[in-house]
């Protein structure tokens, strides 16, 4: 159930964030994908479905609409009172408009996430505009989500969810793209973000010294400030290789007021071989530092005014390694489609924690508690979509 | 220093009237048109002198442009309907590299002829500044209109200016 | 304040000198733009699977957003 707030929440910030990749000379082809992937690691198996399709219903308007199920699978590795087995399922439906004006790309889109304990709607507007002999693009944005969180005093196959608090995140972005070269293209994004509300996971919990428990320790609630606002910084540049091939390279900053800063790498390299296949590589690392009222072992109870244990907000790195092909089964077109591929995507990520400590060497003789191993594990992502563009 | 409101006001109202003389889709234009001499396909040499006495529409395309794609068929239309009249139309490809544009040639045929740019010689001479761009001229050789672009009912912009001049 | 004047003057005076291309022409033609109107070089080819990959990051990680493209492409139009 830990797990499945935090890819609700985690979806949510995806529905906040900026439009993705825009041109506004024309509104993309029209296209439509179906789609499947795997997750699996730290015990976890998360299966999704989505399907999307978009249409320009006239040559200056476009809708898009995708609904998504997630399907969660495993034992919570860090809730410590009972070893529960999760199952639970998320249905997440969306739609976009478009509207292509001159050189301005306008759109609107609705996203509404729901599972048993937590639901959330979000709201996004953005705009995208080509200047200077289209060598730039602009974007702005504005994204507004309302959560409601609940806890489930049940278990997974007979739930009893009590709804327990609310929240509103609002992202505020804006962008710059830039045509640098005939073979070079760069961007800036900067993203700020401010939720407040209920903003803790209610399925953790903190532990703490307690020398009169036989285990060394207790457990206590999580109290989490109200507000949390924090803002990012991606640059990034593609650059074309004469033989046909394109590498990027991006750089994330991240920083909030909970004290957390988060700096993310990635290199990602395109080789296609003519019209049929599409080969792509990428790596990437990220690192981030605690936030400041994170902790794995407090030293007693009450020893803060705010405190945490949940791993996101953990000192920790992680190291992805991932791979793309794309095979075009209709390259140049068949009666009304244009192009028709299928996709196959696999990352393997490496977790490190650098401050949170592995929960099933708790209670193990030999490690005291703050003793433990730190926890890592190697998680799998798969993917397949097949997408038909008409 | 002026109020920030008043700067504000007069940075909006500069704002609205650069915005207005933004891009028209196609304007009036003049000038005699540039000669230029470019192989077909096949390697033969053509150019606009062929066509003297003719009105003509110059056309910039490229297999990568997919509105240039979109209007290829309607061009091809309209110059099998007003060939008769004493019009031609030509299309300058600005690909760096030959075969793709055969490979769309042979999957797409069209009737009028298809010149060569990949040096961009005559791109640069014709000033493009969009793609697609058309470019009509008159019988005497001069440049009357240029359309930037290409949307779904332009081609009855092209049409009625190419009566006009077929008319003079 | 002046501070904050000048700055906000520096940005809509820039903005408009972009806008207009007074002084500077861009340096890329539109019969340039081959390698840009290429598919990889497009930022986000799938954005689904690139949301997604996202999904996971965030369900992990402290960080969240600034992700994501816009621009290239063939300019045309």
């Not at chain 1, 609310?166 to 710059?176: D, E, L, M, N, T």
């Not at chain 1, 593609?238 to 700096?263: Q, S």
């Not at chain 2, 050789?141 to 081609?155: A, L, V």
Request: with cysteine; glycine share 8%; proline share 4%.
């Amino acid at each position: 159930m830990t797990q499945r707030h935090i890819f609700a929440r985690a979806a949510v910030i995806a529905a906040l964030l900026l439009v993705r990749s825009t041109s506004a000379d024309v509104l993309p082809d029209d296209r439509a994908d179906v789609f499947y992937s795997k997750y699996s690691g730290g015990g976890m198996d998360i299966t999704g479905y989505s399907a999307t399709a978009r249409a320009k219903i006239t040559e200056n308007f476009a809708v898009e609409a995708n609904y998504f199920i997630d399907k969660v699978s495993g034992a919570s590795i860090d809730v410590l009172s009972q070893a529960s087995v999760i199952k639970d399922e998320r249905r997440q439906k969306s739609g976009t408009i478009e509207y292509l004006r001159d050189k301005t790309t306008y759109t609107a889109s609705y996203t509404s996430s729901v599972e048993r304990d937590y639901i959330s709607d979000t709201a996004s507007f953005g705009l995208s505009q080509d200047m200077f002999g289209d060598l730039t693009t602009v974007t702005l944005g504005f994204s507004e989500s309302h959560n409601t969180v609940g806890e489930n005093n049940g278990t997974a196959n007979d739930p009893n969810v009590a709804w327990i608090g609310h929240a509103i995140s609002r992202a505020y972005s804006g962008g710059v793209s830039q045509i640098l070269t005939k073979n070079f293209i760069a961007g800036v994004n900067l993203q700020v973000i401010t939720d407040a509300g209920y903003l803790a996971n209610p399925y953790r919990s903190i532990r703490y010294l307690d020398p009169s428990n036989p285990k060394g320790y207790s457990l206590g609630d999580q109290v989490y400030p109200d507000t949390h606002t924090s803002t990012a910084v991606q640059v990034q540049g593609k650059y074309y290789l004469p033989y046909r091939a394109a590498v990027t390279a991006l750089y994330r900053y991240y920083n909030d007021t909970w004290g957390m800063v988060g700096n993310t790498y990635e290199l990602d390299y395109t080789h296609p071989i003519r019209n049929r296949w599409i080969f792509e590589g990428r790596v990437r690392y990220y690192k981030q530092n605690a936030a400041s009222f994170y902790s794995d072992l407090f030293p007693y109870a009450d020893s803060q005014n705010f405190v945490a244990r949940d791993q996101n907000l953990a000192a920790q790195d992680n190291t992805t390694v991932g791979g793309k092909v794309t095979y075009a089964f209709l390259p140049d077109g068949w009666k009304i489609f244009k192009r028709g591929t299928v996709t196959f995507d696999v990352s393997r990520i490496r977790f490190n924690y650098l401050d949170f400590r592995n929960i099933k060497y708790y209670g193990v003789p030999q490690y005291t508690p703050g003793t433990e191993p730190l926890y890592n594990f190697n998680a799998n992502v798969f993917q397949v979509f097949l997408s038909v563009y008409f | 220093m002026l109020s920030t409101s008043t700067l504000l006001k007069r940075c909006a109202m500069a704002a609205i009237v650069v915005a207005s003389t933004a891009f028209a889709a196609g304007g009036d234009a003049s000038g005699p048109a540039p000669a230029f001499t470019l192989t077909t396909l096949a390697g033969q040499p053509s150019g606009l002198s062929a066509y003297k006495g003719q009105v003509v529409m110059v056309n910039f395309w490229a297999t990568w442009c997919g509105p240039c794609q979109q209007e290829m068929p309607l061009l091809d239309q309209m110059y099998k309907k007003y060939k008769p009249a004493g019009f031609t139309l030509i299309g300058v490809n600005v690909d760096k590299e030959a075969p793709a544009v055969k490979e769309l040639l042979t999957r797409k045929p069209v009737s009028f002829p298809v010149l060569l740019d990949p040096a961009n010689q005559v791109s640069k001479a014709y000033h493009v500044d969009e793609m697609p761009s058309s470019v009509i001229i008159d019988r005497k050789g001069q440049i009357r209109y240029i359309h930037r672009g290409y949307k779904p009912g332009d081609e009855n912009d092209y049409q009625d200016r190419i009566r006009q001049l077929i008319r003079e | 304040m002046r501070c904050r004047q000048m700055l906000l003057s520096g940005t809509v005076l820039g903005a408009l000198v972009l806008s207009s291309g007074c002084s500077i022409q861009p340096w890329v033609k539109p019969y340039e733009r081959d390698r840009l109107a290429d598919p990889i070089m497009a930022w986000d080819r799938d954005a689904i699977s690139s949301a997604y990959l996202d999904h996971i990051r965030e369900s992990r990680e402290g960080s969240r957003g600034a992700t994501g493209g816009a621009g290239g492409g063939c300019g045309c139009n």
